[in-house]
């Protein structure tokens, strides 16, 4: 019970943070501690220190130790979700976290991933990929960022 009183009392305190910054929140950096909370609720808390609307899909879930200080919410919200495995997908204004499955669905069939790469070429694995996938993913390749653009077709 000390721990969601704790998490409460904590929530509370950053959410008047949020009030005193107001609109320019979004480039504010804040500082991040929870020791041993549901990730779902750090989500939660973030997404409302960033002003935005947060969907978590059901898999989300477990808990984390944060110590961030002076960082950007929406990096912070971004660098949680790749520790923990998810995606962060913004879709018509709203903020969706799940794994990469889920998200998916969220994303349609059309969608662009952008996948960079760090020690491949981006060039010659598109080129793989391409006869790899033919007719089910256009695959390009990116030179100036050596990176991948993936879409289902």
């Known amino acids: 019970?000390?721990?969601?009183?704790?998490?409460?009392?904590?929530?509370?305190?950053?959410l008047g943070?949020?009030?005193v910054a107001g609109a320019e929140l979004d480039a504010k950096p804040v500082d991040l501690r929870f020791r041993e909370v549901e990730v779902r609720d750090v989500f939660r808390i973030i997404a409302r220190l960033a002003g935005r609307n947060v969907l978590l899909a059901p898999e989300v879930k477990g808990r984390i130790t944060i110590d961030l200080t002076g960082?950007?919410?929406?990096?912070?919200l971004d660098l949680i979700a790749a520790v923990n495995r998810y995606e962060v997908v913004v879709?018509?204004?709203v903020t969706v976290i799940g794994d990469p499955a889920t998200l998916s669905f969220v994303r349609g069939p059309g969608a662009m991933h952008i996948v960079p790469l760090r020690y491949g070429n981006?060039?010659?694995l598109a080129d793989k990929l391409t006869k790899l996938y033919k007719?089910?993913?256009?695959?390009?390749a990116d030179v100036r960022t050596n990176?991948?653009?993936?879409?289902?077709q």
């Open 147 to 152: 990176s991948l653009l993936i879409r289902r």
């Open 122 to 124: 981006a060039v010659e």
């Open 91 to 93: 879709k018509d204004g």
């Open 17 to 19: 943070r949020a009030e």
């Open 71 to 76: 960082v950007d919410p929406l990096k912070a």
């Open 1 to 14: 019970m000390n721990r969601l009183a704790a998490l409460a009392f904590l929530a509370l305190a950053l």
């Open 135 to 140: 007719g089910k993913l256009e695959v390009l």
